[in-house]
T-cell receptor, first 113, second 114 residues
Framework: AQSVTQLDSQVPVFEEAPVELRCNYS??????LFWYVQYPNQGLQLLLK??????LVKGINGFEAEFNKSQTSFHLRKPSVHISDTAEYFC???????????FGTGTRLQVFP | DTAVSQTPKYLVTQMGNDKSIKCEQN?????MYWYKQDSKKFLKIMFS???????INETVPNRFSPKSPDKAHLNLHINSLELGDSAVYFC?????????????FGPGTRLLVL
């Protein structure tokens, strides 16, 4: 079975500052990794995903994430955040042979002016 | 154009009632899902259907019954609503039931059971 841990429930940051949202996973098999964003009162939207190949994945809105197999991590980063990045961010994992996405508990990114 | 739509957006009802939530996707996808997001924002899969056939049922109470009349629709019927059913329910779809596929989510249905 797979699991996802997002250690930070909230991350406050000032506009134009860099940010990192942490995600660690647990699995006995190879996995696929995803970051989804949920803006207030909306559904989830895919930011980026890692399937295979290059461990640095670039997504939409200037976000990127790095897959680190030895540390079982998939941290999300953005060099300079904007007020509009304020949202809930979910890390998720799935395993080959199943279409079940396992989500972390989410990290609320709050960007202040 | 809305890719995954849900109705209603809000649903307030009394305990014991029966209610349905509808979901439609116009992406031509084969696979559809229902997720429940609780008050702490925790998101968990309930069901998934591929080509109208149930493929995942995550030990959800029998009071919840999904129905897929065709590939583009997956409705969720809930009998005898309980207080603990209050949550946001998200429908999602993907091209096929592969772990690699991106899932596209609807805007959610906010259910409040009084």
């Amino acid at each position: 079975a797979q699991s996802v841990t997002q250690l930070d429930s909230q991350v406050p940051v000032f506009e134009e500052a860099p940010v990192e949202l942490r995600c660690n996973y647990s699995s006995s098999v190879s996995v696929y990794l995803f970051w989804y964003v949920q803006y207030p009162n909306q559904g989830l939207q895919l930011l980026l995903k890692y399937l295979s190949g290059s461990t640095l994945v670039k997504g939409i809105n200037g976000f990127e994430a790095e897959f680190n197999k030895s540390q079982t991590s998939f941290h999300l980063r953005k060099p300079s955040v904007h007020i509009s990045d304020t949202a809930e961010y979910f890390c998720a994992v799935s395993a080959p042979g199943t279409d079940k996405l396992i989500f972390g508990t989410g990290t609320r990114l709050q960007v202040f002016p | 154009d809305t890719a995954v739509s849900q109705t209603p957006k809000y649903l307030v009802t009394q305990m014991g009632n029966d209610k349905s939530i509808k979901c439609e996707q116009n992406l031509g996808h084969d696979t559809m899902y229902w997720y429940k997001q609780d008050s702490k924002k925790f998101l968990k899969i309930m069901f998934s259907y591929n080509n109208k056939e149930l493929i995942i049922n995550e030990t959800v109470p029998n009071r919840f019954s999904p129905k897929s009349p065709d590939k583009a629709h997956l409705n969720l019927h809930i009998n005898s609503l309980e207080l603990g059913d209050s949550a946001v329910y998200f429908c999602a779809s993907s091209q096929n039931p592969s772990a690699r596929e991106t899932q596209y989510f609807g805007p959610g249905t906010r259910l409040l059971v009084l």
